[in-house]
């Protein structure tokens, strides 16, 4: 017999992971902020200067081992929201100062 109206759950989950993406990708993607629906978004793009300054995770002991933060300012509300580079993901994740 076949199941009518409700869809299997192979079906459910990827609206649910684009409804998620929506959500996240607001201020990064769509310079709206999420808070309060502004769009006067400004960008402070992550770096590491010397003696540890700049935006960064230091995930080792040296400046190669830094992961740039950029960060997402909403000027109308103050809400920030800090991004790295999916290619910095695997430093982060080889780390040994980040946890689960
Ligand atoms: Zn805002």
Redesign the pocket.
Known sequence: MQSVGVPPDSHIKPVLEIIKEEITLTMKNKRI??????S?IRIIDGYAGAYGSGNNIMTGATIFSAVNVDRYI??????TEEWINTEDIPKIEKSKKAHK
Request: glycine residues 16%; hydrophobic residues 10%; contains cysteine.
């Open positions: 902020c999420p808070k309060c629906g502004s006067d909403c000027c109308s509300c103050g809400f």
